[in-house]
């Protein structure tokens, strides 16, 4: 256990080890809207594409979370994803040529575990929200004749499926099948539409995960353990490395890429 735990730590990413893209202003022509950037995966993209020039309209529902996402591009706001009225406001003002909808929950336990409500939480906030705000900002960039719009998705979906991921295997696999339909109806009309599909990230959620784990199996580590195990590179990303792909998807040089389902997991589908 001590040794996944050193390895882990010796095999992390730092921002050193996984520099951001080096060619500048890669964004410098692009608006970009993010849910879910107060922490992880949203926040990491949200730095990196206004690295990389980009006007970046970062949202939250926690305020508190956006309190210290500070760069000279980023504006905070917050936002609850699902609230529909508060999302076409909030779109119809900015009508931002790059939508991030990185916003989800990870539902631990099998399908015996998942009560109804908990099935209509998880689709509420990873699928229906993503509905939501795309229908909402999609009428602009058919006026503008472009748009690339990013929806998070993950490896634990139509990929692959995850020990006690049930409504979130099956929701992410759901943000799949949206993305395609989106993408092959406005292929013609300057709009791409891309899934990510990552393996384990470290996060503060994820964090979370490992903790609660860790109280049924006894220790942090023995969790911290299953959780690298299963990761074929005997480490969990870094998010990162996972905004890397977010900028690429959110800018020209993916011109030619739209309908795919984006998987960066370390190895752990192949
Ligand atoms: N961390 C992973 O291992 C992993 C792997 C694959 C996919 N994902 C997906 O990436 C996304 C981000 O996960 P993470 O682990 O990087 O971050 P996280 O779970 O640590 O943080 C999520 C953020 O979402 C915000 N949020 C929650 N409900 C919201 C709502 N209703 N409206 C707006 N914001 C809301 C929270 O305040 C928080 O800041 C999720 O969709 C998740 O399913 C994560």
Redesign the pocket.
Known sequence: MLTTLLKQEKTKPTEEKVPLMTHQNRLSNKTAFV??????????SALAMADQGAKVIA????EQ??ADLMHENIETRT?????ETDVYDALNEVKPNVLF??????HHGTILECTADEWDFAFA??VR?MFITTKAVLPHMLANGSGSIIN?????SSIIAAPNRFV?GTS?AAVIGLTKSIAKDFVTQGIRCNA??????????????VTALGKELGSYEAALEQFVSRQPMGR??S?VE?ANLVVYLASDESSFTTGQTHIIDGGWAG
């Open positions: 849910t879910a950037a107060g922490q992880g995966i949203g926040r990491a949202t939250d529902v926690n979370h956006l936002l609850d994803v699902l609230s909808n990185c916003a989800g929950f990870v906030l990873n929200a998070m998705s993950s490896a634990v979130y992410k990510i599909c990552p393996g384990t990230v470290e996060s503060p959620s994820w964090h979370d995960r969990v990303a998010a996972i």
